[in-house]
């Protein structure tokens, strides 16, 4: 479902993002990317969305190659993956059902489709009761359920939460995730990019490591670094300042 | 196109929200599309008349106003033995001051009734135009002749007014054109800004650039639509003024607004939606080369 190969990215600037990433992630996955900040995770997921294109490497998304995707084409990649925002990313000015209704307008559904599709998201995400409210009215859980809504409305086949909890309640943030599980139940690829720990230890799922924009762990595929433990993570958040590693350099923690 | 309806519904909310920016636009277009508009109608009115001037062939010929009216008959009939002249029908300075009076209205000429300042005259019917100078300079060595209403002097200064006119108005025009086309760019770039964080929810989502595109398309396009609107209601207003003004001092018949309105107000709903579609256009096409947060400027 998506491919990286010996991606690397340099920003014009000269940051070195990304170094010679490769991963495979299937269809049907849950899979959380975890890093602290600056660690690459940002940019790792700008190459999913197609924001950026590697300096290096290949990424291929559904079998096909995205350097080979042309400008106006990528609109219909993005159309196979829903992205869910830290910051949610709601209009303020307009309620629960126009919200989750713009994505499907953005898209050029008919207003029937709409009418019939958006309900039925809603009561998913359990905010079928809520849909005349204004984002301001909910809680943050609630508006991150509202920006889940609008991610799955157009039914993508993967779903890319991108902090997902990080402006939630730590008590909402386990529904966010537990609901996240249930879309991924159904057949969905989920991708979660965080950087809380707890968070990860409580689902039992395949877990990413992007440390200075290398891999630096994969529960799932060993060869890609090295696999921690729980106490590994213990302070991880604090290794922002640990100097840059040298090309080839197999990294352990101290 | 799917959801066509909601684009236009969209585009037209743009122009409401960001009503100042619009009517900023619709004024300067206006004043584009009516000094257009004013010239072309002036040009065409010259137009029409140094062709009912050139095609008749009719010259009048003044008498010297210390000259009887006895005398004038005389000078008719050398007027008549000039070779090329076809004829030379006497009018009189009362036939004259009548006709001002009936074209100008009688109270100036009330006062003046009995002091006629105007002179005695022949009208001049030639055999041959091409012969024209020849013949006129004849004419004016006759005694007793004053001067010579030389139609095609008047006919070729109106064309040279008229040209200047359309120069001018070319400069200008092309002017306002360019200033248009960046104001209504501005205006939309100002949408945009106000409404990046739904681009870029757009964008993320897979909308297409042409999607994205289209409510700010509209909306330049309103604009211009908007703009030929109260142009052609400006154009309406001002014509029959202008020209009851121009022909109370200058008499002529000017063309009726009725024949050529439709023209005017086609012409202004294409040019006005072609220089909103291109204002909008430039704008948004930098625009939409960022993506996400570049966008929102995050």
Redesign the interface.
């Known amino acids: 479902m998506i491919d990286f190969e010996n991606v690397s990215k340099t920003y014009p600037n000269g940051t070195h993002a990304l170094y010679d990433v490769s991963l495979h992630i299937d269809k049907g996955e849950f899979v959380f990317i975890v890093g602290s900040s600056g660690a690459g995770k940002s940019t790792f997921l700008?190459l999913i969305?197609h924001?950026?294109t590697p300096t290096s490497g290949e990424i291929v998304i559904n079998g096909k190659k995205t350097s080979k995707v042309k400008r106006?084409e990528v609109?219909?990649?993005?159309?196979h993956m829903?992205?869910v925002f830290q910051d949610f990313?709601l209009?303020e000015k307009m309620n629960v059902f126009d919200n989750v209704a713009?994505?499907m307008?953005?898209?050029?559904?008919?207003?029937a489709v709409i009418k019939k599709r958006v309900p039925y998201v809603l009561d998913l995400v359990g905010l079928k009761d809520k849909m005349q409210d204004k984002p301001s009215e909910l809680s943050g859980g609630e508006q991150q359920r509202v920006s889940l809504a609008?991610?799955l409305v157009?039914n993508p086949e993967i779903i890319v939460a991108d902090e997902p909890t990080g402006n939630v309640d730590p008590e909402m943030s386990h529904e966010i995730i537990e609901l996240l599980n249930e879309i991924n139940a159904k057949g969905t690829t989920v991708l979660v990019v965080t950087h809380e720990h707890e968070l990860v230890r409580e689902f039992n799922q395949r877990v990413i490591t992007i440390d200075h924009g290398r891999v630096i762990g994969d529960t799932k595929d060993k060869s890609a670094g090295i696999r921690y433990s729980d106490d590994d993570y213990a302070g991880y958040d604090e290794y922002d300042d640990a100097p840059q590693y040298p090309d080839n350099a197999v990294v352990l923690p101290d | 196109?799917?959801?066509f309806g909601?684009l236009a519904k969209e585009g037209l909310k743009n122009v409401w929200s960001n009503r100042i920016m619009s009517i900023a636009s619709v004024c300067v277009l206006v004043s584009c599309l009516v000094l257009t508009g004013a010239a072309a109608l002036f040009s065409i009115n010259v137009a029409q008349v140094v062709d009912s001037v050139g095609d008749s062939n009719e010259t009048t010929v003044y008498i010297k106003s210390d000259v009887s009216q006895l005398e004038a008959v005389y000078i008719g009939k050398d007027i008549e033995k000039v070779s090329n002249v076809a004829s030379a029908t006497f009018y009189s300075k009362d036939e004259a001051f009548q006709q001002y009076k009936e074209e100008l209205g009688d109270e100036l000429f009330n006062k003046i009734e009995d002091r006629n300042p105007l002179p005695d005259a022949f009208i001049v019917v030639m055999d041959d135009l091409s012969l024209y100078d020849e013949t006129v300079a004849k004419i004016k060595n006759i005694d007793g002749v004053d001067s010579i209403n030389d139609h095609r002097e008047l006919a070729k200064k109106l064309t040279d007014i008229s040209n200047l006119v359309n120069i001018i108005c070319i400069g200008v025009v092309g002017a306002l054109m360019i200033i248009s086309i960046f104001i209504i760019a501005n205006t939309t770039r100002a949408t945009m800004y106000s409404r990046r964080?739904?681009i870029?929810?757009?964008?993320?989502?897979?909308?297409?650039?042409s999607?994205?595109r289209m409510p700010f398309l509209i909306e330049g396009m309103v604009i211009g639509f908007i703009s030929a609107a109260v142009s052609t209601g400006g154009i309406v207003l001002l014509y029959e003024a202008v020209m009851s003004a121009i022909t109370s001092m200058i008499p002529f018949t000017y063309i009726p607004l009725a024949n050529v309105i439709l023209y005017v107000a086609v012409a202004f709903v294409i040019a006005g939606v072609v220089i909103g579609f291109f204002g909008s256009f430039i704008s948004i096409r930098k625009y939409l080369k960022k993506?996400?947060n570049e966008i929102l400027g995050w």
């Open positions: 700008k969305m924001e950026e106006r609109p219909y990649l993005r159309r829903g992205i990313r209009i713009f994505a307008r953005a898209v050029g559904k008919s207003t609008r991610a157009n | 196109m799917k959801g909601y964080f739904e870029s929810i757009m964008k993320s989502v897979g909308a297409t650039n999607f994205v993506e996400g």
